[in-house]
């Protein structure tokens, strides 16, 4: 008897030039199993190539999480070894999504606990559901962070709450989330893709080239000092300059129509 495999991640790709990742695993609480996080790398690799796609939106099946972190549940069987090299790609994979050159939104449906919570981090802007809760609560297991959350969380919401947040393995509400920036929106679990849609639509209508230099110029520049920074984003501009959809932009401006770019 032949057994269908499920994937583990679906990808819709949209007239408008959104794509929705979407983690399949809801009868596990779409946790990173290593069969996720390998399909997860295929996909984050396509994206990235393709030039068709302005934004990614990261959601979830299901409405009980967003995603649970590691797969306890395969790692309990594993030696030292193999634990280590399943939370070393769990952190590649995680570095993928922040990697990808277009915006990526996250839509947290449900709790983000873990390893969950790190790959929304790794997203550009975060959306919760109001019922969702979020937390990087490692500690509670006799680990730490181990996907990124120690360096990203502390860059978004400040030094002292993301130690207080990590040293006690709190659980946030995403009202609360939201209060201390880790979420950009939280909104009714009714209202939460279509949230993360609108934001999508709107950064699609702009220069596809102009996000990418964009996003660089912020990654990059937050980790130095100003002067550096500023000059990280002197360079991104300069890469504008002779591009096809700066002169579409300024065309449509005088001719008071919306531009027409076309990523070139």
């Given at each position: 008897?032949?057994?269908?495999?499920?994937?583990?991640?679906?990808?819709?790709?949209?007239?408008?030039?959104?794509?929705?990742?979407?983690?399949?695993?809801?009868?596990?609480?779409?946790?990173?199993?290593?069969?996720?996080?390998?399909?997860?790398?295929?996909?984050?690799?396509?994206?990235?190539?393709?030039?068709?796609?302005?934004v990614?939106?990261?959601?979830?099946?299901?409405?009980?999480?967003?995603?649970?972190?590691?797969?306890?549940?395969?790692?309990?069987?594993?030696?030292?070894a193999?634990?280590?090299?399943?939370?070393?790609?769990?952190?590649?994979?995680?570095?993928?999504?922040?990697?990808?050159?277009?915006?990526?939104?996250?839509?947290?449906?449900?709790?983000?606990?873990?390893?969950?919570?790190?790959?929304?981090?790794?997203?550009?802007?975060?959306?919760?559901?109001?019922?969702?809760?979020?937390g990087?609560?490692?500690?509670?297991?006799?680990?730490i962070?181990?996907?990124?959350?120690?360096?990203?969380?502390?860059?978004?919401?400040?030094?002292?709450?993301?130690?207080?947040?990590?040293?006690?393995?709190?659980?946030?509400?995403?009202?609360?989330?939201?209060?201390?920036?880790?979420?950009?929106?939280?909104?009714?679990?009714?209202?939460?893709?279509?949230?993360?849609?609108?934001?999508?639509?709107?950064?699609?209508?702009?220069?596809?080239?102009a996000?990418?230099?964009?996003?660089?110029?912020?990654?990059?520049?937050?980790?130095?000092?100003l002067?550096?920074?500023?000059?990280?984003?002197?360079?991104?501009?300069?890469?504008?300059?002779?591009?096809?959809?700066?002169?579409?932009?300024?065309?449509?401006?005088?001719?008071?129509?919306?531009?027409?770019?076309?990523?070139?």
């Amino acid at each position: 008897m032949n057994e269908t495999v499920v994937k583990t991640v679906i990808v819709e790709k949209r007239t408008d030039g959104i794509a929705i990742v979407t983690l399949n695993r809801p009868e596990a609480a779409n946790a990173l199993s290593r069969q996720m996080l390998a399909e997860l790398q295929v996909v984050l690799s396509d994206i990235k190539k393709d030039m068709g796609i302005r934004v990614v939106i990261l959601t979830s099946s299901g409405e009980k999480a967003f995603c649970a972190g590691a797969d306890l549940k395969e790692r309990k069987d594993m030696t030292d070894a193999e634990a280590k090299q399943t939370v070393r790609m769990i952190g590649a994979t995680i570095n993928e999504v922040e990697s990808l050159p277009q915006p990526v939104i996250a839509a947290i449906n449900g709790v983000a606990f873990g390893g969950g919570l790190e790959l929304a981090l790794a997203c550009d802007i975060r959306v919760g559901a109001l019922e969702a809760k979020v937390g990087l609560t490692e500690t509670s297991l006799a680990i730490i962070p181990g996907a990124g959350g120690t360096q990203r969380l502390p860059r978004l919401i400040g030094l002292g709450k993301a130690k207080e947040l990590i040293f006690t393995a709190q659980r946030l509400t995403a009202s609360e989330a939201e209060k201390i920036g880790i979420l950009e929106y939280a909104v009714p679990r009714s209202e939460m893709l279509g949230k993360a849609l609108d934001l999508a639509k709107t950064m699609a209508k702009n220069g596809p080239l102009a996000l990418i230099q964009a996003k660089k110029a912020v990654n990059k520049g937050i980790e130095v000092d100003l002067a550096t920074g500023l000059k990280i984003e002197e360079l991104a501009y300069d890469v504008l300059i002779p591009s096809e959809d700066r002169l579409e932009g300024l065309k449509a401006f005088a001719e008071k129509r919306p531009p027409e770019y076309k990523g070139r």
